[in-house]
């Protein structure tokens, strides 16, 4: 018998995140002729057949796929997130990040140990699982996912294909360009509407290359230093004693109630 519980949970510009349980052989021998495959174990065992050869993939591990790359795996009662790079997407991010894109671009004779601590990557999984349960997501909750899960693909590609010793520092270019986001979150924190995608057509950047950028610029992420303008706002207005209402406070400085207010001045210290 078998069984494939997983399910997409995000999907935007050719990229697409799929998490969830799998057991059995689900598609038997394929391949994938327009986009690559990253696929995290998380729990459970599966066997890769690829190329003639079988190897175990245990948790935390990687299996990276190539576009035309024929394979087979069977599960074996796992938990597993796999991210689907198309082939257009691939050669955006790689052009932006000034690399070069040549078929294969990733080494998928074996399966690789990741980096990344395993309690880590469940964790965040889990945070994901659990923000796509909610029906109805406020602005401000889709900006914190959608970084959540480009950030997780960032670290997945370095760690698939050992990217960061070809990384070039961040030019000029693209530091005047982030600069422009910085300053309209400056401007506009209050809005309910801001999300990666609106940040990264103000600076003409793909969402994973904006989000790249901007954290090695400023520090942090898009999200993080939202919340920390709205932070700082509030504690101005408190300051002024204009208003002593906590509740009318944090609607006025963009947060979406006194709990998230609370939670990020307790972060800030």
Not at 47 to 56: Q, V
Not at 177 to 182: F, I, L, Y
Request: charged share 25%.
């Amino acid at each position: 018998m078998n069984y494939d519980n997983q399910r997409s949970i995000y999907s935007h510009n050719g990229i697409r995140l799929d998490v969830g349980a799998k057991y059995g052989s689900i598609t038997g021998l394929h391949s994938h002729d327009d986009e690559y495959q990253f696929e995290v174990l998380l729990s459970g065992e599966s066997n890769c057949i690829f190329k003639k050869r079988s190897e175990k993939i245990l948790p935390g591990f990687i299996d990276v796929y190539n576009p035309a790359d024929l394979h087979e795996i069977n599960y074996k009662n796992t938990e597993s997130f796999i991210f689907h790079l198309h082939i257009d997407a691939a050669k955006k991010i790689y052009t932006e990040m000034g690399l070069h894109h040549q078929q294969p671009l990733f080494d998928s004779t074996q399966s690789k140990k990741l980096n990344l601590p395993l309690p880590f990557l469940c964790h965040e999984i889990a945070i994901l699982k659990n923000i796509e349960e909610i029906t109805e997501l406020n602005p401000t909750i889709q900006l914190y996912k959608e970084n959540k899960i480009l950030t997780l693909l960032k670290l997945i590609l370095e760690e698939s294909d050992n990217i960061n010793q070809y990384l070039p520092t961040v030019d000029y270019c693209s530091q005047i360009k982030v600069e422009k986001a910085k300053k309209w979150i400056q401007k506009n924190f209050s809005r309910d509407d801001i999300t990666i995608s609106c940040l990264a057509e103000i600076c003409h950047l793909s969402k994973f290359h904006f989000i790249r950028v901007f954290k090695n610029v400023y520090g942090k992420t898009p999200y993080d230093y939202l919340m920390e303008t709205r932070s700082k706002e509030a504690i101005k207005i408190l300051k002024e004693g204009k208003y002593r209402n906590i509740e009318e406070v944090s609607l006025l400085a963009g947060f979406r109630n006194a709990a998230q207010l609370r939670y990020q001045l307790k972060k800030m210290g």
